[in-house]
């Protein structure tokens, strides 16, 4: 196996030089950059990162807490984030809260133990306060999807409100009146953002709110058929239905077909999220795109500009959703 002694005698500089080099110090000279990594290309000499952690004080892996390890939303947030920092060098650590306060402590405790460098959160349950105190730990923190004031720098989030807005909006445009909503878990500030844009929508264009006409399901598929026939069978004439998720709006499709409804023609439906099925599905869904890859490779980017000593981003970044029309929505005007 090549060594560090060899390297330096082919580059003709000190082994602490190759040290310093590898680890990035800024005191070390261009022209004996290049001689070392001409020497490293040479001898095909691959550092120990176990021996650069214990030099530098840093483990080169990022922890990342996320609601769950599978789904449309998380697989995609997971792999976009992976593949940032692993272009980098660094290896992610990833472990889920299972949307649950003590499970997502103890995530916490964990990525702390593993002396992780940096953090990418998404946390359903920890409170402000709880991850306040997280940054105030590992500085080169990110948080998704959430926006807290103290640590504004340090948040990225989409305008939810403005995607359950526009998704109603869609409706009512196309003539639809008489628009249900089936919201996911109301715990989540996602749902309750989305759920006051629906609101919004309708009050701008002067349609009463109904409170008969929403629904709370959940973001996964677990007990959404019951609500959804709870939601139907209150005989409310709906026309339109906004779904605040792709497995919700699947949901919809199959109590509708049980009913003999033809979604696009009976009834008119729009999701949120734009899940890679949801173009697949018969007719195409009329969807909101969440932009789940801008939003992770923007955080792991902005985690790496505070590795490197850079400030956190001057202010909370906030992503807009955009409108991504297929065959589900008819125009009854």
Do not use: F, W
């Given at each position: 196996m090549i060594t560090i002694k060899?390297?330096?005698?082919?580059?003709?500089?000190?082994?602490?030089?190759?040290?310093?080099?590898?680890?990035?110090?800024?005191?070390?000279k261009e022209a004996n950059k290049e001689r070392v990594f001409s020497a490293i290309e040479k001898l095909g000499y691959k550092p120990n990162t176990f021996a650069q952690a214990l030099a530098s004080n840093k483990s080169y892996s990022i922890g990342m807490l996320v609601g769950s390890l599978d789904g449309p939303f998380?697989?995609?947030?997971m792999h976009n984030v992976e593949k940032v920092f692993r272009q980098e060098n660094y290896h992610l650590i990833i472990t889920s809260g299972q949307e649950l306060y003590e499970e997502e402590q103890d995530s916490i405790r964990f990525l702390h133990s593993k002396k992780v460098d940096g953090l990418v959160l998404t946390a359903d349950t920890l409170s402000d306060s709880d991850i306040i105190d997280i940054v105030k730990q590992t500085p080169s923190t990110m948080l998704m999807n959430r926006y807290i004031p103290e640590i504004s720098n340090h948040c990225i989030s989409i305008d939810n409100e403005l995607g359950g807005y526009i998704a109603t909006e869609h409706l009512i445009i196309n003539g639809h009146t008489k628009i249900a909503c089936v919201t996911g878990q109301l715990s989540k500030i996602d749902s309750r953002d989305r759920l006051q844009g629906y609101r919004n929508a309708l009050s701008d264009h002067h349609i009463e709110y109904d409170p008969n006409m929403v629904i709370e399901g959940r973001f996964d598929h677990k007990g959404n058929n019951e609500a959804i026939k709870r939601l139907l069978d209150r005989d409310l004439e709906i026309t339109g239905i906004f779904c605040m998720n792709d497995n919700?709006?699947?949901?919809?499709?199959?109590?509708?077909?049980?009913?003999?409804?033809?979604?696009?023609?009976?009834?008119?439906?729009?999701?949120y999220d734009n899940d890679t099925y949801s173009q697949y599905m018969n007719p195409g869904l009329t969807t909101m795109n969440f932009p789940i890859k801008q939003m992770a490779n923007i955080a792991a980017n902005k985690v790496l500009?505070?590795?490197?000593?850079?400030?956190?981003?001057?202010?909370?970044?906030?992503?807009?959703?955009?409108?991504i029309e297929r065959h589900s929505v008819k125009n009854i005007r």
């Open positions: 060899e390297v330096a005698e082919l580059a003709q500089v000190s082994q602490a030089t190759v040290s310093r080099t590898l680890n990035g110090h800024k005191s070390v998380y697989g995609p947030l919700i709006a699947m949901t919809v499709y199959g109590e509708c077909n049980e009913r003999g409804l033809k979604i696009g023609e009976d009834i008119s439906v729009i999701g500009d505070m590795l490197q000593g850079n400030k956190a981003i001057d202010e909370h970044l906030i992503l807009s959703p955009t409108l």
